[in-house]
C-alpha cells in the first residue's frame, strides 16, 4: 500500500495547529545572545509561527540535553557560535543524528570555523553586528531558515539508550511495539532497535505522517500495511501480522482507506 499524501489533512489532530518550532542558541556572550533570542522571537511572532527558545552558555549542559531523544529530535534551529568552546558542537549534533537546520552567528572570520559550518552542512554563517546592513542580513537569513524549518518534514527518528545511537529513516519504519519496562521496539527494513518513551508520545509526533495505532501496542506505518485480514489481525507487506484491538478497528479502517492510493 502506498500512502496518499494529499490525503494527510484527515488524520490530523495536533497537526492542525501549529506545534512551536525549538530554537537552540549556544553562545558564551549572555549580552549578545539574549538581543539575538529577542529578533527570532519578534520573527517569529510577526510570521505567526510559535517557538521555543533555548539557550546554552556551555556545551557540557548542551550535549547533557541531547542525550535525552524527546529534546534532540524536537529541535529545528540551532544558532551557534563557534567560538569559546561551541566549535565542536555542530559536528557532535550531526554525529547524533540531528538533521534540522543549523546556523553559525559569530565575530570568526576563522576559516577553520567556515570549514566546519560546510562540512556539517550549515544553512548560512552570519557576521554578528550591529550595523544595520548585518543586523538586515540576519533577519533576511532567519526568517527563510524558519521557513526552511517549518516546512521540512523531519525525515529521521533518532533514538538512543545504553550510549548508543540510531538514526532512522521514518519512511523505513514498519511499526512500534510496546515492549517491557517503558521500553519501546521500532522495528524497520533494517532491524530493529528498543528505546525510553512511550506509545501516547510516539502517536502524536507520528499520528499525522502515517502511523496509526492499532492496538494498545503497536503503532503502524500504514504505508507498511499490506491488507487486514480480518477484524483483529493485519498483515504488513514483508509478511508479518499485527494483533489489531476490537476497538480500534474502525479507525483503522478509516486511517487505510485515506491513506491508500
Known amino acids: 500500500m502506498k500512502i496518499n499524501t494529499t490525503a494527510r489533512k484527515g488524520l490530523q489532530t495536533k497537526g492542525d495547529s501549529m506545534d512551536s518550532l525549538r530554537i537552540v542558541l549556544c553562545d558564551t556572550n549572555k ?40 529534546f534532540s529530535s524536537s529541535i529545528s534551529i540551532f544558532i551557534v557560535d563557534p567560538d569559546n568552546g561551541f566549535a565542536a558542537i555542530p559536528t557532535a549534533v550531526r554525529t ?9 552567528l559569530s565575530h570568526s572570520n576563522s576559516p577553520e570555523h ?36 517549518k516546512h521540512s518534514s523531519r525525515q529521521y527518528l ?24 517503558h521500553m519501546i521496539n521500532v522495528v ?29 501496542s503497536y503503532l503502524v506505518s500504514v504505508n507498511a500495511i499490506h491488507r487486514q485480514v480480518s477484524p483483529n489481525k493485519l498483515i504488513l507487506n514483508d509478511g508479518r501480522s499485527i494483533v489489531v484491538s476490537r476497538d480500534r478497528s474502525a479507525a483503522l479502517k478509516s486511517a487505510m482507506a485515506c491513506w491508500q492510493n
Open 188 to 216: 524497520y527494513s533494517g532491524g530493529n532497535f528498543q528505546f525510553l518513551n512511550t506509545m501516547q508520545s510516539l502517536e502524536e509526533r507520528y499520528g499525522d505522517r502515517g502511523f496509526v495505532r492499532a492496538h494498545r
Open 31 to 70: 549580552r549578545e545572545v539574549e538581543g539575538y533570542a529577542a529578533i527570532c522571537r519578534s520573527i517569529c511572532e510577526q510570521s505567526g509561527i510559535p517557538a521555543d527558545l533555548r539557550f546554552y552558555s556551555n556545551s557540557a549542559a548542551l550535549m547533557f540535553d541531547m542525550n535525552d531523544v524527546e
Open 158 to 181: 533518532m533514538v538512543s539508550y545504553a550510549g548508543e545511537y540510531k538514526r532512522i529513516d521514518v519512511s523505513d519504519i514498519l511499526y512500534f511495539e510496546a515492549a517491557s519496562n
Open 96 to 104: 547524533n543524528g540531528y538533521d534540522g537546520v543549523i546556523l553559525y
Open 114 to 149: 567556515y570549514r566546519q559550518a560546510f562540512d556539517v552542512d550549515a544553512y548560512n554563517f552570519i557576521e554578528k553586528g550591529t550595523n544595520p546592513d548585518i543586523l538586515a542580513r540576519f533577519h533576511s537569513v532567519f526568517e527563510t531558515a524558519l521557513q526552511k524549518a
